[in-house]
């Protein structure tokens, strides 16, 4: 395995923000050292999350290990791959801390963490369920399915008005 990488840089005015493509047989140790390395990088606008283990363990998360946040029951649950935190927020305050490049809300009570997702299914019946890499899945609210399909598609959300 050859250590070192192949770095190009594109001058383009198309691009108002910069675009990173690693192109890769596999996903390798040194593929996510360079995507860590890069989200560390690029993730100081977004501060890591306060959150509860237990009832009196305050605990920094980064925003980068959060596979999804829910509701359950009237508590705002953060799930990643050691464990689960309650935050003591809504989770409309919470999206609105997160990076919204990498956060997307699937329904009223759930957001996602695209970074986290191994696949989307897109069945005929009109619903998405969403299978994390850690093998968890969930499904996408209805009302919020052709929004999910278009950004999967890269299709502009069209207003219903």
Partial sequence: MRDNIDIEV???????????TIQTKERTGQVENIIYAIENASESDFPPVTAYEGKDKLTVICQ???IRAYTSGRKVIIQTETGVYTVKKTLSGLDEELNSGRFLKISQSEIINLYKVKCFDI?????????FENGIKSW??????KAIKDLLTGRKEE???
Wanted: charged share 40%; proline share 3%.
């Fill in 140 to 145: 996408v609210s209805r009302s919020r399915v």
């Fill in 123 to 131: 069945n005929t019946a009109g619903t998405i369920g969403v299978e």
């Fill in 159 to 161: 207003s219903d008005e």
């Fill in 64 to 66: 980068r290990d959060i």
């Fill in 10 to 20: 594109i001058i383009d005015e198309k691009y108002t923000e910069p675009k990173i």
